[in-house]
C-alpha cells in the first residue's frame, strides 16, 4: 500500500486523561519533550472501500441472529522494521511512532499478531488531537499467544507510539496484523438522535444495578463486530472471568476478541460517554453449543478491582419467572435496558427459549446478540437469541435457556456438583487483588481484613465448611460454605485463624483483623 509523509506538529502536555484498557496511566514520550523526537511521522494510507457494498451486504443478513458488523478489516503486515519512524533521545532511549489513517473512517482499531514489551518499554495508541487515547500498554498486556486488540479510537487517524528504554534496547516486539476501519455511525448521541431508537433507554434511567456491570460489550471478528455478553459468577465464588454469550457471536479468533466493562451513560438523557475504556483482550472457548445458541468463554484476565464490575448470579430452575428485564449493547451502543412480565416457555426454531412477546419498555437491536435475560431475582436465566421487536412495532424476542446449557456449563460454573440450581452474584470485593494469591490452592482476600473477608477455593475439592478461631484456636463461628463472606466487624482487632475444611483435608489460613 502507498505511504505518505505528512508533517505531525509535537506539541507539550496538555493534560488528557489516559483511559484503561488493562493499562497504566501515563501520557506518551513524545507529549513531555519538546524538540527532542522529529517532528514527521509516518503515517500508512489505507485504501479506500465500498461503503454501500458492505451496507447492502449486512442488511441481506437478519442482523439480530449475528454480531452487528459495524467496520471492515484491512489485513496488514506492519511492524517496528517495515514501517513507521524511529527517533533516539539523548540519553539512548528510543521512540517509535506509526500513523494510521484512512479516508471518511468514522473510527480506527488494530489488532497485533506479536506484542511483547520488556520492562519499562510503553506503548500507547491515541488520536492526533489527543483527544482520546489508550495506554500505557506495558508488559503486563503481554501474553503467550503474542495476540493483543485495541478498542475504537474515533475519527480517521490514529497515532502508535512505543517507548523503548536504552537498557531494554531491540528487544520488543511491536507487530499489526489487521486494521479495522468503522464506517457505521457508533456516536451514542446521534444514535439517540434517530427515531428508530426512541425506545431505547439508558440503563441509569432504571434501577436495574448492579447487574449492569456484569453486562459486557464484546468485539469480535478482529474488531470488526459487536455483541453482548455477560460475566457470571460461579459456586466457588473465587471471580474466574468467565462470560456467557450467544454460540451465534463466536466470530473470528477468540485470541482477538475484546470484552469492554461498564460502557454506559451516566446520565439518563443526554448521553454522556465515558473514555475511560475498560477492556480486556483476549479469550479462550470453554464450551460452544450451537445447536442451543449458547456458549462459555474464559477471559484471559480478571477485570480489574478498581473497575467495580459485578459476577451475575444464576438461575436454571425451570420456574417461569414474574418479571424479567435484559440489559444489552444495540449496534454496539452504551448499555441499554428492556422489561417485561413473564415470560412464556416456548420453542424457536429448536431451541427451548422463554419468549418475550411484548417489552413494556425498551426493545432489542442487531448487536443484542447473546445479552442477558434476567428474573425477578436478578438473576440470569437466559441469552437473546433471536427475535422481531422494534421501537416503532411489536414483536416476540426469543432468549435460549440459560438450563439449556448446563450439562456443558456445570463443570465450570458448579464445579464441584453441588445441589444448586441457582447461586447469588457478587462484587469481588477486594480492595487490592494480586493474581499471586490464586497461586495458592485457598487463599483469603483481603488480608488484613476490616469487616469481612472472602474465601477463595481453587483447589480440586468442595469446601465443606468454614470456621473461624482465635489466636489461642478456639472455634468462635463454624458454617457450611455457600460462598458468602466470613463476617468480621463483630470481633476486636487482633490475629485469628480461617479454617477451611475441604472434601479429604482441612487448610488453616492466618488473618489480621484491623
Keep these: 500500500m502507498n505511504q ?60 439480530k441472529e449475528v454480531p452487528y458488523r459495524f467496520a471492515y478489516k484491512h489485513n496488514v503486515s506492519l511492524n517496528t522494521a517495515n514501517s513507521g519512524r524511529w527517533s533516539t ?55 503467550t499467544s503474542g495476540i493483543l486488540s485495541t478498542s475504537v479510537l474515533p475519527g480517521n487517524a490514529i497515532v502508535i507510539e512505543y517507548y523503548e528504554p536504552y537498557r531494554v534496547r531491540q528487544q520488543g516486539e511491536i507487530s499489526l496484523r489487521s486494521i479495522a476501519q468503522v464506517y457505521k455511525t457508533t456516536d451514542p448521541n446521534i444514535r439517540e438522535s434517530i427515531e428508530e431508537n426512541s425506545c431505547l433507554q439508558n440503563v441509569v434511567c432504571s434501577e436495574l444495578l448492579p447487574q449492569s456491570s456484569s453486562t459486557v460489550l464484546i468485539t469480535v471478528d478482529d474488531g470488526t463486530r459487536w455483541a453482548t455478553g455477560i460475566l457470571v459468577n460461579n459456586a466457588n465464588f473465587d471471580g474466574k472471568p468467565y462470560v456467557i454469550t ?6 473470528g479468533d477468540p485470541e482477538t476478541w475484546l470484552f469492554t466493562f461498564n460502557y454506559q451513560s451516566s446520565e439518563c438523557f443526554p448521553s454522556t460517554v465515558d473514555k475511560s475504556n475498560k477492556s480486556i483482550s483476549g479469550a479462550a472457548i470453554k464450551s460452544n453449543l450451537p445447536d442451543e445458541k449458547l456458549a462459555l468463554l474464559e477471559l484471559s484476565k480478571r477485570p480489574l478491582v478498581e473497575w467495580n464490575i459485578f459476577y451475575s448470579g444464576w ?23 428492556n ?23 425498551g426493545s432489542t437491536e442487531a448487536g443484542s446478540s447473546g ?67 490464586f497461586k495458592e490452592d485457598i487463599a483469603i482476600f ?44 463483630h470481633l476486636p482487632n487482633g490475629v485469628y485463624f480461617i479454617e477451611v475444611q475441604l472434601l479429604t483435608k482441612n487448610v488453616q489460613r492466618r488473618l489480621i483483623k484491623n
Design 339 to 361: 422489561t417485561a412480565g413473564a415470560p412464556t416457555p416456548d420453542q424457536y426454531n429448536g431451541v427451548d427459549t422463554w419468549r418475550v412477546t411484548s417489552w413494556d419498555t
Design 371 to 437: 445479552a442477558p435475560l434476567f428474573n425477578d431475582h436478578n438473576r440470569l436465566v437466559g441469552v437473546f437469541y433471536s427475535g422481531l421487536s422494534t421501537c416503532m412495532e411489536g414483536g416476540a424476542d426469543y432468549y435460549s435457556k440459560l438450563s439449556n446449557g448446563w450439562d456443558a456449563f456445570e463443570k465450570y460454573l458448579n464445579p464441584f456438583n453441588q445441589n444448586l440450581r441457582s447461586i447469588a452474584g457478587m462484587y469481588v470485593g477486594f480492595e487490592v487483588l494480586n493474581n499471586e494469591v
Design 89 to 143: 533521545l539523548s540519553n539512548g532511549d528510543r521512540v517509535w511512532m506509526l500513523g494510521i489513517q484512512a479516508e471518511n473512517a468514522k473510527g480506527l482499531s488494530v489488532v497485533f499478531d506479536h506484542f511483547s514489551l520488556p520492562a519499562g518499554s510503553v506503548l500507547h495508541l491515541y488520536t492526533p488531537d489527543r483527544e482520546n487515547i489508550i495506554g500505557a500498554l506495558t508488559k503486563e498486556n503481554n501474553k
Design 446 to 489: 483481603p488480608n488484613p481484613a476490616a469487616n469481612q473477608v472472602r474465601v477463595l477455593n481453587d483447589s480440586d475439592e468442595p469446601i465443606q465448611y468454614i470456621a473461624l478461631l482465635d489466636i489461642q484456636g478456639r472455634l468462635l463461628s463454624r458454617e457450611a460454605y455457600t460462598g458468602q463472606p466470613v463476617i468480621l466487624e
Design 246 to 251: 450467544g454460540s451465534q457471536n463466536l466470530w
Design 315 to 337: 438461575d436454571i430452575s425451570p420456574a417461569t419467572p414474574q418479571n424479567v428485564y435484559s440489559l444489552h449493547h444495540p449496534a454496539g451502543d452504551l448499555l441499554k435496558h
Design 4 to 63: 505518505r509523509l505528512t508533517i505531525l506538529l509535537i506539541w507539550l502536555l496538555t493534560g488528557i486523561s489516559a483511559s484503561a484498557q488493562v493499562s497504566v496511566n501515563g501520557h506518551p514520550v513524545s507529549w513531555n519533550v519538546n524538540n527532542s523526537i522529529q517532528e514527521i511521522t509516518t503515517y500508512v494510507d489505507l485504501p479506500p472501500i465500498d461503503v454501500a457494498q458492505l451496507i447492502a451486504e449486512d442488511e441481506a443478513v437478519d442482523l
